[in-house]
């Protein structure tokens, strides 16, 4: 067993600040990661660890990783580590990459059919285990880029929502990063030395292109106007609320919630 890394206290807090703002751990939570390797999910594991030890609700936290049997990727190093941190670990090996090939027609989305893949693997592995909610570890970048891209190419005011209930509604999916930046779980997973795996979306093949292009020209606004995110932030809020329905009530995990940075 080795002790967990501790994030930073302004990422804990700007996860902690979300997780309140939307309800997204309750007493009694049973909460399963989807942990691919990379930074960001490496992030969250940590920072959840963290929360779950200074909460004040109980909560209990598992993890699963989707093998989709690229040679891209590599995901040997998290069993080791899983197990050094003394975690609850599932891991699921499905030939998605194959089966894409096999199913989808010139011009789908190598990427969207990969996420609906591992998310119905998650969603199988969170029933038969008991787990009630699902964490996903999608940041503010994310959600400003598919906010954008929505806009821009779909004539949508849409993004990714930080908390709700599963088409089945047995599910409660929850993204604890929705105010945290990139930049963040980076220079965190960096500082600590955690073991992130490259490459971990191996079934792209160029479908992020439209993704990464946006993420340039945020990147190149934010030079000129710092205050970029926190204004996306505020637009985007609305369109993140909860469904109607859904509990008011808020535990904050944070005491000190911190400015986005």
Request: net charge neutral; charged share 25%; with cysteine.
């Amino acid at each position: 067993m080795i002790e967990p890394s501790k994030p930073p206290r302004s990422l804990l807090s700007a996860a902690g600040r979300a997780i309140g703002d939307f309800s997204m751990i309750r007493e009694g939570d049973r909460v399963l990661l989807g942990l691919s390797g990379g930074k960001d999910s490496l992030a969250l594991l940590h920072v959840l660890i963290a929360l779950q030890k200074k909460a004040p609700i109980h909560f209990d936290l598992g993890v699963c990783t989707v093998d989709p049997q690229s040679s891209a990727f590599d995901p040997a190093p998290l069993k080791p580590y899983m197990a050094e941190l003394g975690m609850r670990y599932f891991f699921e090996s499905q030939p998605i990459l194959e089966e894409a090939k096999k199913t989808l027609k010139e011009g789908d989305s190598y990427c969207a059919y990969c996420s609906r893949m591992r998310r119905g693997i998650l969603y199988r592995v969170a029933r038969e285990n008991g787990y009630n909610v699902l964490a996903l570890a999608q940041h503010l970048d994310d959600l400003a880029e598919t906010f954008m891209m929505n806009a821009f190419f779909g004539g949508k005011l849409r993004t990714m929502k930080p908390s709700y209930l599963n088409d089945a509604g047995d599910v409660r999916v929850i993204r604890p990063f929705a105010y945290v930046r990139e930049r963040q779980t980076a220079a965190y997973v960096q500082s600590a030395a955690l073991p992130i795996i490259p490459d971990n979306c191996p079934a792209c093949f160029g479908d992020g292109a439209e993704r990464s292009h946006m993420k340039q020209i945020l990147a190149q606004l934010e030079k000129d106007n710092t205050k970029l995110f926190p204004s996306l932030l505020r637009a985007m809020r609305p369109l993140m609320e909860d469904t109607p329905g859904m509990p008011t009530e808020r535990i904050h995990m944070q005491a000190q919630p911190a400015e986005l940075e």
